[in-house]
């Protein structure tokens, strides 16, 4: 015999029910060892996520400057992985020094190219500060210096001299003229020139008698005349400008003294910033050159039509500071989570002004981002609203690449705008980014973008739950205590907070884990005063937690009240009684939302002679998922080797979950199936009072499964509309037992005898637990004893191969031996055989004629080749 049979030990019996206290684990309040929540300490790091927290830590020491250790932390929703990556890194960002400080100075010689500036922190607000002072004080300095006495009176020499040139040329000029007979004419339109007779101007009538060489005599001196008034008028507009350049450097002069000593009074202060000295002097320099900017608003009023020029306040917007970042020298490293990532937020962005028409704006409108803020320190962002926004994911990348922060417009690299837009320069960028997301977001993102995995080489994966023990039993009663004193909600009794982590235990569907499902927590504590709230208590008692848990299921179970309604109108059949050959009551588990509702399915199986086909009859119209299909596969494979060692099986079964109209999916009805199939070959009923669920492998072992408590519990909602009297119960896979937390009804039901679970680890268990039939050992000579399962499953199959090889034999052959089969003719269609020409046999000529069960396996062979070509 082969390693692989069955031991041929004792019969295999059915295993007592499980004990009470398998079924949950309820935390003692008496352990806790407080009377309420008020008495605990808060809590104030990360509980049972020793993994993620030393990748965290990892990460934050390796240090931003080193390429791609940046950090993906990842793990399921509502964990508290941002809260606990917060805390995380706010308790190294407070051992470490604030960052520089960084603002925009105005680029004189390239405006639109504005400067960056580094200072320590701090300093960029006092420049900022000095800057806005030096403008305001210079807004009266300048204004009244110009005003002065003195000053007009030099701009008055200067005008008074222009003017005397003016009238000395004029005057030559008009001199000159009288010696040609002309006279210099001042008219409301200006200069002109008169021929004079006598001393008298010539009228026109005058001028029209006089000789045509004469005529022509004062036409010609006219004209030369204006000529050289054409040359005077030149001269006078270059005396005039000459008269303001003097008029300006008189200014300048007067304002060299009272500009720059202010100025200088702020050189001391920044002596050791090169740049803030250069912009210092850049700015002295320009203010001499403009100080007409200086004016007071309204002391030019502008024309009837003509353009409004700037005010003096956005002219003398250049002398400002933007300073994007500085939070101060006692702020340490910066943590910033921006909660909108948009480009604009992440990176910066340029604010515009809509000015007569048109977009307007200069350095002063540059906004930093979150890359600007967080520089230095640490930036969180959520991966899923990064890749969400358009165009963050690459800006992100780039700026993580080249260690700078470059501000970017979407508006300019779409063309959406015509106006000149600020070019700063980029800021140096040493910032440890970290993104927070799901763990299949993780997955895509490494195998789909390589410079994922070059960028992002520190995963940090939180886990779903903790390992329950009084340890973190104690940790989650501080945790609770810090909920309700952050939340302001009423302290906890410890029976209450003994329940609130017996619901831990079944939000993680396991008996020896804890929930890390932080949100959940906080929910549930929330609701748990408000009932303590419409009691009237001082606190929260542990009646509270369980009337926010019931509340919270019959809020969301009308699906379930539903289902229920269905069984008890006999709408959906489940018998809960009695006992059928090949019918079972199989579990499985309905998820909707956030809930998880487990019902009933029956499960009906038939076999008769075939060729060793198990019809999956999901599969078959397609309702079945793949996992589903495996299991009903390695059943059949168990069928063979089992029972077909020596001979092939001779059945043909059908499995088929009754009155389902959706798709099914999972392993966990294997167990079922097999157990109705093998009841159905041994004619053994199966008891209706019990549910079953598992999966099998090839060797007959059970399997875990998922849902255990949903369905346990679903199947004894289903007994309870008909009353329960012991017989009920619901099988399951023995290492599911540690899984176990069940309803504290189903436990009292449990405990009062009149429910029951089961944990078997072999279908023979299984079986026999079912049928009240021991399934039987194999003995020594390999044969199972005759009145059990097995027995009689493997007298069935050799009862169908003897019948199977009977059909199979031709008229009057006598010996024991099969004849040879034909090679069926190509089909014409996938699952056909082609018909026999009528009055003619489809064998060959001298071989026997096929028989009936020939086309069944010709059949069947030619289904599963045409299903593998698909």
């Known amino acids: 015999m082969s390693s692989n049979s069955p031991s041929f030990s004792s019969p295999i019996a059915s295993p007592p029910p499980l004990d009470v206290s398998a ?45 791609g250790f940046n950090l993906f932390v990842m793990g399921p929703s509502g964990i508290g992985k941002r809260t606990a990556i917060l805390h995380l890194l706010g308790e190294e960002a407070a051992k470490r020094p604030a960052p520089p400080a960084w603002c925009y100075v105005h680029n ?30 210079l807004r009266s300095a300048i204004p009244a210096a110009l005003e002065s006495q003195e000053f007009q009176s030099r701009v008055g020499e200067i005008q008074e001299e222009l003017k005397e040139r003016q009238e000395e040329a004029l005057a030559e000029l008009s001199h000159e003229a009288e010696g040609q007979g002309l006279r210099l004419l001042r008219t409301p339109g200006g200069f002109a020139f008169a021929p004079v007779t006598d001393g008298e101007v010539v009228t026109p009538e005058q001028f029209g008698q006089l000789a045509e060489d004469e005529k022509k005599r004062i036409q010609e001196a006219i004209e030369a005349a204006q000529e050289k008034l054409a040359e005077l008028m030149r001269r006078v507009i270059g005396w005039a400008k000459e008269g303001r350049d003097r008029v300006k450097e008189a200014g300048r002069t007067l304002l060299q003294s009272a500009v720059g000593s202010l100025v200088d009074d702020l050189r001391p202060k920044y002596a050791d910033h090169a740049k803030v000295l250069a912009h210092l002097d850049a700015v002295a320099k320009d203010i001499l050159e403009h100080p007409e900017d200086f004016r007071r608003d309204g002391d030019t009023p502008a024309m009837p039509f003509e353009m409004p020029m700037p005010s003096a306040k956005q002219a003398l917007a250049r002398y400002q500071i933007n300073v994007l970042v500085d939070a101060g020298a006692d ?24 000015r007569f028409g048109a977009l307007t704006t200069d350095f002063t409108q540059i906004k930093g981002g ?50 000149v837009a600020p070019e700063p320069e980029p800021i140096p960028l040493s910032v440890k980014v970290v993104l927070v997301g799901d763990r299949m977001l993780y997955y895509l993102l490494h195998e789909l973008d390589p410079d994922f995995r070059q960028l992002f080489k520190v995963p940090a994966d939180f886990d779903d739950d903790v390992e329950r023990s009084q340890e973190s039993e104690g940790l989650y009663a501080r945790l609770v205590a810090t909920m309700a004193k952050g939340l302001t909600l009423r302290p906890f009794e410890a029976a209450a907070v003994a329940r609130v982590i017996d619901r831990a235990g079944r939000m993680a569907d396991d008996s020896v884990k804890l929930s890390a499902h932080m949100g959940g927590i906080v929910d549930l504590v929330r609701e748990a005063d408000d009932h303590a709230a419409q009691r009237g208590a001082d606190a929260v008692a542990a009646v509270d937690v369980e009337a926010a848990v019931a509340a919270r299921r019959r809020r969301s179970g009308r699906i379930r009240e539903l289902i229920l309604e269905q069984v008890r109108r006999g709408t959906v059949l489940i018998d809960t009684a009695g006992a059928v050959v090949g019918q079972i009551n199989g579990l499985s588990v309905l998820a909707f939302g956030e809930e998880m509702l487990g019902q009933p399915s029956r499960i009906t199986a038939t076999a008769r002679i075939g060729s060793g086909d198990v019809v999956d009859i999901e599969r078959e119209v397609r309702l079945g998922g793949a996992t589903h299909s495996k299991g009903v596969l390695i059943l059949s ?24 109209y959706g798709r099914i999916d999972g392993d966990s009805a294997s167990l079922g199936e097999l157990c109705a199939l093998l009841s159905v ?39 309870g509309l008909r009353s329960l009297d012991g017989s009920h119960g619901v099988v399951i896979p023995a290492s599911n037992v540690e899984h176990l937390m069940l309803r504290d009804d189903v436990v009292e039901a449990a405990r009062s005898g009149k429910f029951s679970v089961w944990a078997v680890t072999s279908v023979d268990e299984a079986i026999a637990l079912l049928t009240g039939v021991e399934a039987g050992a194999v003995d020594e000579a390999g044969h199972y004893p005759v009145a059990s399962i097995n027995g009689r499953v493997q007298a069935r199959l050799d009862e169908l191969f003897e019948r199977r090889r009977a059909l199979s034999k031709p008229e009057g052959d006598k ?44 059949s069947s062979s030619i289904r599963r080749a045409w299903r593998s070509d698909v």
């Open 815 to 858: 010996s024991g031996a099969p004849p040879a089969k034909p090679a069926p003719a190509e089909p014409e269609a996938p699952g056909t055989l082609p018909e026999p020409e009528r009055g003619k046999s489809a064998a060959p000529a001298g071989a026997p004629a096929a028989t009936a069960a020939d086309y069944v396996e010709a």
């Open 108 to 137: 004189f010689d390239v405006a639109h190219q504005p400067r960056a500036i580094s200072l320590p922190p701090g300093l960029a607000l006092a420049l900022q500060r000095d800057m806005r002072a030096l403008v305001e004080e």
């Open 331 to 354: 702020a340490g490293a910066p943590v910033v989570y921006e909660e909108h990532p948009t480009l604009a937020n992440v990176v910066g962005h340029t604010d515009y002004e809509s």
């Open 23 to 67: 079924l949950a684990r309820r935390c003692d309040p008496s352990r806790l060892g407080f009377t309420t929540s008020a008495e605990l300490e808060p809590l104030t790091g990360v509980i049972g996520q020793a993994r993620a927290v030393e990748a965290v830590r990892f990460g934050v020491r390796i240090g931003a400057g080193v390429d």
């Open 370 to 419: 979150a890359l600007h803020r967080a520089n230095g320190g640490f930036l969180v962002l959520d991966a899923r609203k990064v890749l969400m926004q358009p165009f963050v994911w690459e800006a992100l990348k780039r700026a993580i690449h080249a260690r700078e922060a470059r501000i970017e417009s979407v508006a300019q690299m779409l063309s959406l705008i015509s106006t």
């Open 681 to 719: 070959l041994a004619g053994a009923p199966i008891s209706q009072a019990l549910a079953v669920t598992g999966s099998v492998n090839q060797h007959g072992q059970v399997q875990a499964i998922g849902g255990v408590n949903e369905k346990i519990e679903g199947f004894f909602d289903v007994c």
């Open 637 to 660: 494979n168990f069928l063979a080797q089992r029972y077909a060692r020596q001979k092939p099986l001779a059945l043909s079964a059908s499995l088929v979950f009754e009155q389902s």
